[in-house]
């Protein structure tokens, strides 16, 4: 399968943990999108890298989140001090140039209990 | 960037019928494109049309793209229960930093 995969599918996790979720994107896309998605909401843009470059990060993004993409290949999501509103779908998409379909994986369903 | 606005919100239909969902948007674009989402899944692109084409096809899907109107609107031909799911728009500009409205969650009725 050489579609957009995540890790793990599911989390659950006590609020004030820090949580890290992982994206591996089609190996010829250069561009990594995480979108975050509230049940009966569409997906919620975060963060896009270009390459290992983060190059735009939404205004709603609080100091808690943080994304990497060392090397330009795996990104990785990390959520410090979990919060019960941070409770949604964590969604890794990636397109291989500005105008390209985005494609996405399964995502990571997070719980805070 | 900027989002596209689905209407409607909820959409139910039997089996074999036709259904239409439609998307606004506010600025120019290059392109629109549109997803679909299946329950606890992530989205999957269906169809892009760009800003100087009026009307795509892809199988029983049909784009159609008003530009002047900032309107487009996806039409499912022949629905079949498997076509069930959310469809969500995206217009893009130059930025893709392709952002979603809400979506239209069609249940299809076997």
């Known amino acids: 399968d050489t579609g957009v995969s995540q890790d793990p599918r599911h989390k659950i996790t006590k609020r004030g943990q820090n949580v890290t979720f992982r994206c591996d994107p089609i190996?010829?896309?250069?561009?990594l999108y995480w979108y975050r998605q509230t049940l009966g909401q569409g997906p919620e843009f975060l963060t896009y890298f270009q390459n290992e470059a983060q190059l735009e990060k939404s205004r709603l993004l609080s100091d808690r989140f943080s994304a990497e993409r060392p090397k330009g290949s795996f990104s990785t999501l990390e959520i410090q001090r979990t919060e019960q509103g941070d409770s949604a779908m964590y969604l890794c998409?990636?397109?291989?140039?500005?105008?390209?379909?985005?494609?996405f994986g399964n995502g990571t369903r997070l719980t805070v209990t | 960037s900027q989002q596209g606005e689905e209407d409607p919100q909820a959409l139910s239909i039997q089996e074999g019928e036709n259904a239409t969902m439609n998307c606004s948007y506010k600025?120019?674009?290059?392109?629109l494109q549109w997803y679909r989402q299946n329950s606890g899944r992530g989205l999957v692109h269906l169809i892009l049309i760009r800003s100087n084409e009026r009307e795509k096809h892809s199988g029983r899907l049909r784009v159609t793209l008003d530009t002047s109107k900032k309107s487009s609107s996806l039409l499912i031909t022949a629905s079949r229960a498997a076509d069930t799911a959310s469809y969500f728009c995206a217009p893009t500009n130059a930025g893709n930093m392709l952002t979603f409205g809400g979506g239209t969650r069609l249940m299809v009725k076997p």
């Open positions: 998409a990636s397109s291989s140039n500005r105008d390209s379909p985005l494609h």
């Open positions: 600025t120019s674009i290059n392109n």
């Open positions: 190996s010829e896309h250069n561009r």
